[in-house]
């Protein structure tokens, strides 16, 4: 079993129209190299499912969403992202389902259990209700008789998802102490693709010391794409932190995404770690303090 | 910076610090820096058995100090998002939050401000202030006390409950700000003024604020006392960071 792939066989299972999910949380452990990719490619109408970082204002400035469904979007160090604030400004988004983050999680758990919906109690007293029309109630058939809110299921085309390693079968290992809700993200999508800092052989996975760092099982995982440097200008600890003077270049950008287009999307991946001095320079980014 | 005076943010890490003081053994999550150092104060001094975390994935025995180049060394636990959320709906968290509106009902908003399809200003979006709100205890620093946070009229989106909702109610501990400190147990949970800062007055605090409030006490508000100022400036923010929070204005 072999599922290495490159970065056009991941696009050429992705079309116009497609629910997508992105793993990560903000401004870290991002496979901005297979977001980059999709800037530059012909898709279009995406809905983008997130807990948002610079994946999201890439893809706003680069005019591929449709729809956003999200609790947040920001840069953690820099609290706002202002790709996709001038996109939501200019009322470009047309569709948003904007959630409280646990209701997000509770989405993407009800996909990945097959489940309609989960219940909760989050969103009650918010315009989160208000606002998305498609949420409905639902009446505990217990003597509580509670009424809950039923989360629907975030049922997912695609998840894309940036790990330190994996094997050609699909094995992965998340290094960084939080793995955030990339599990839910492979368990809740038809198709899996990761994008991996290093490959390795499967015997080298052998120590259980090792396999503490494995979340999700290889038949949730498609195909795996050698991206070293894959998550920059995200993090991916502990090969490398936040590059936060990368951010700000990017921040800048907002207003003249021609430029930053040509500079640092427009190009091969490994013209982008060059334009960004190299794998030298992504492994030397100390680690961010929070 | 003084180091004989106390500075207005040293006066709002004291103040806010005492939210926590009799909250036992909940996680305390200060989410900016003025909250931060206070939830770093309240575990030094007012509630040591708090539960506090690095802000990214560890529950850490002792507050990092603010500026620390240097990773942390030991952690007491693990605390990842998918943890926080597991132990925020049970209610084991208090929090301090910085919303951009905040109105009379105490519903926030850091989501947007304006027309929600075209707003003329984008924010983060509501993240877990749904949750929060409902699941815990929240309490509220403001840095810029002014009409434009304390809103006239609701706030634009609602992000967290508030308690002009007839099934729920929020928990609203203490309301920091840079003029005053308010909570919200006046009459049918109103604004209710309980203490003003050294040299604001009350009409100033009126003029900044877009709804009326009790008054239950227009006392001065308590300074930091020696210790507590030696823990701001010599272990938790030895760099003067939070002199930046209020900019040249105080």
Known sequence: MNKIVNINQILSQITDGMTIGIGGWGARRKPMSIIRAICKSDLKDLTIVTYGGPDVGLLCSAKKVKKLIFGFVSLDIIPLDSHFRKARQAGEIKELMEIDEGMLQWGLRAAAMRLPFLPTRVGFGTDVLGKNKEIKLVKSPYDDGEELIAMPAINLDVSLLHVNTADEKGNTLIYGPDPFFDDLFARAAKQTFVSAEQIIKTSEFKKAEVAVYNHFERNLVHGVFHSEGGAHPTSCDPNYGIDIAHLKEYSQASDSFDDYYKKFINISNNEYLDAVGGMSHVNSISKTIF | ?250
């Open chain 2, 1 to 250: 910076m003084s180091t004989s005076s106390t500075t207005l943010a040293e006066l709002c890490i004291s103040i806010a610090a005492k939210a926590w003081q009799k909250d036992g053994e909940i996680l305390a999550t200060g989410i900016g820096l003025i909250p931060r150092l206070a939830v770093g104060l309240s575990k030094l001094h007012f509630n040591k058995d708090l539960l506090m975390t690095d802000g990214e994935a560890f529950l850490i025995d002792q507050p990092i100090s603010l500026g620390q180049k240097i990773p942390i060394s030991s952690a007491e636990g693990l605390m990842t998002y998918s943890r926080v959320f597991d132990l925020l709906w049970s209610g084991h968290r208090h929090a301090m939050v910085s919303p951009t509106q905040i109105d009379k009902y105490a519903q926030m908003n850091i989501s947007c401000i304006g027309e929600y399809q075209n707003p003329k200003v984008q924010l983060l979006g509501v993240r877990g202030f749904p949750g929060n709100s409902i699941c815990h205890k929240n309490s509220v620093f403001i840095p810029n006390h002014t009409k434009k946070v304390f809103v006239e009229n609701e706030v634009d989106m609602v992000s967290s409950l508030g308690f002009n909702n007839n099934t729920y109610k929020p928990n609203i501990g203490v309301v920091v700000t840079n003029l005053c400190v308010f909570d919200f147990n006046g009459n049918k949970n109103s604004l209710r003024l309980l203490s003003i800062h050294p040299g604001v007055s009350l009409d100033e605090i009126e003029e900044n604020t877009g709804f009326e409030f009790e008054i239950f006490s227009e006392s001065i508000s308590e300074i930091p006392t020696k210790t507590e100022l030696k823990l701001i400036r010599n272990i938790l923010d030895p760099s003067g960071i939070r002199e930046n929070i209020f900019g040249a204005k105080k």
